[in-house]
């Protein structure tokens, strides 16, 4: 079983990311929606999320999915329905780190890293942050990104307020499968 603050956490991720239209509310162009709406409608729709439920997913999981502004929430990042989340663009560090599976690595060689469904690519600074993301669909592949590089040649990178990472396209040219001890780039 799946413990409240968990579940409650993925269904709100699931409407402030993808599907706010499956409880009847709008986001704005941001992302932000009203507290009040949001509790209203998933109470309408079944689920009553408490204060006290909501104030441990938003400060209680280790992740920090959820932004609260003046009785406002939206999600810190993953949408795949287009928000402007106003992000000023930051310098990376040197490198960042993407978690994905074996099964990805061909299209990846081939195209980069693309968004799918989401608005960005979704980088971590920490390779075991990584390796949780990869470890969602299997063995976790790690790849190793070239940021510094990649903001030198004139990429866009933003930081979210949870301290994920996202740009908006990895070439493969930027992106090493091999261990970042390695100390130099195996690119593909
Ligand atoms: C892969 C979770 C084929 C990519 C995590 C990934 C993250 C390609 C999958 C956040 C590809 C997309 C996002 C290409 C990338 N061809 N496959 N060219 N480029 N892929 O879920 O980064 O827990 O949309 O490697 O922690 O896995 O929900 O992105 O495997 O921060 O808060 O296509 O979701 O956050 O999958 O995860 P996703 P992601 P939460």
């Not at 689920?47 to 939206?74: C, Q, S, Y």
């Not at 299997?138 to 990429?155: N, S």
């Amino acid at each position: 079983m799946t413990d409240p603050i968990t579940a409650t956490s993925r269904y709100l991720a699931y409407l402030l990311r993808h599907r706010p239209d499956a409880v009847g509310i709008v986001l704005d162009d941001e992302g932000w929606t009203a507290v009040d709406t949001l509790l209203t409608a998933t109470a309408r729709h079944g689920r009553t999320i408490t204060p006290d439920l909501l104030a441990a997913v938003v400060d209680g999981t280790d992740k920090r999915r959820f932004e609260l502004r003046d009785g406002r929430i939206r999600a810190a990042q993953g949408h795949s329905v287009p928000v402007d989340l106003r992000l000023d663009p930051v310098p990376p560090p040197a490198r960042l780190y993407h978690g994905t599976v074996a099964r990805f690595l061909a299209a990846i060689t081939a195209d980069g890293l693309r968004p799918g469904r989401r608005t960005h690519v979704h980088l971590c600074a920490d390779r075991a942050d990584a390796a949780t993301v990869g470890a969602r669909r299997g063995e976790p592949v790690i790849l190793t990104v070239d940021a510094a590089g990649m903001h030198r040649a004139g990429f866009t990178f933003y930081r979210a307020a949870n301290g994920v990472w996202l740009t908006d396209h990895v070439p493969s040219n930027w992106i090493d499968v091999g261990p970042a001890e390695s100390g130099h780039w195996q690119r593909p």
